[in-house]
């Protein structure tokens, strides 16, 4: 399954639809066809799959150290029994969401008691948390504009956009950091990079006008891909 980037909620709904098909979008963003033990560390597309009356669900069993593992251990959605699918729901709306979304109102969109929305808010938020990210080794850096439809800019990449919420991600070690920036300009965004990677460190970015002359301080590395915050975030959660 090719790794997508949605567009709209509508989008991602409407494309995953049932929780396998959420589980392998899950595993194609997090292993990219090598699953990785949590136990050991083993990457390997030789994992022994393991199947329930005679159906494969996603139970993994470590040919190194031969414990059994799912594509959940290790994130936030461990110990849960929500469908990946609300989950997801749950991330979009709370990356929309401009001032925060309370658990009384994600109950409501979900469709689920309040008590889950607070325990599914409080997993989310403390994935978001970065107190023990350090960035000396190599650091992916994206940005994008969270919120309602806005008109672009003729010729332009959608950055210039004035009513949306800028966001920063850096991403290291499988660990996360994202930040509310002013605008997504060059010294904006230059100046978190200089401020919390090392130097040397090699940076990747796309293509973005506001990244040029990072190779002066770093080994940096452009790759074309589209942006999806959502995206981002699933595979480093």
């Not at 033990?37 to 159906?55: D, M, R, V």
């Not at 948390?129 to 994206?142: P, S």
């Not at 040397?200 to 452009?222: N, P």
Request: hydrophobic residues 30%; proline residues 3%.
């Amino acid at each position: 399954m090719k790794p997508l980037s949605f567009k709209s909620l509508k989008q991602m709904l409407d494309t995953l639809r049932t929780e396998e098909e959420c589980r392998v979008y899950l595993e194609t963003l997090r292993w990219n066809g090598k699953p990785v033990c949590p136990h050991c560390g083993s990457i390997s597309e030789h994992h022994y799959k393991l199947t329930q009356n005679g159906e494969f669900k996603g139970l993994y069993k470590c040919r190194d150290c031969k414990k059994r593992f799912t594509i959940r251990q290790g994130i936030m959605f461990e110990d849960s029994n929500l469908p990946l699918r609300t989950w997801f729901h749950a991330i979009y709306l709370v990356f929309i969401s401009k001032k925060g979304i309370s658990s009384c109102q994600l109950a409501r969109e979900l469709g689920v008691t309040q008590k889950t929305a607070w325990f599914m808010l409080q997993r989310i938020r403390h994935n978001m948390k970065d107190d023990d990210i350090d960035f000396d080794d190599t650091t992916q850096v994206d940005e994008t504009y969270i919120g309602g439809k806005t008109k672009r800019n003729k010729g332009g990449q959608g950055r210039s956009t004035k009513q949306k919420i800028p966001v920063m991600g850096l991403l290291s070690k499988g660990k996360v950091h994202t930040r509310v920036i002013p605008n997504a300009g060059k010294d904006t965004l230059q100046g978190v990079i200089y401020n919390l990677i090392k130097e040397g460190v090699t940076v990747v970015t796309d293509g973005w006008k506001g990244y040029r002359g990072l190779g002066k301080k770093y080994k940096h590395k452009v790759v074309n891909h589209s942006k999806s915050l959502f995206k981002f975030y699933l595979i480093t959660s």
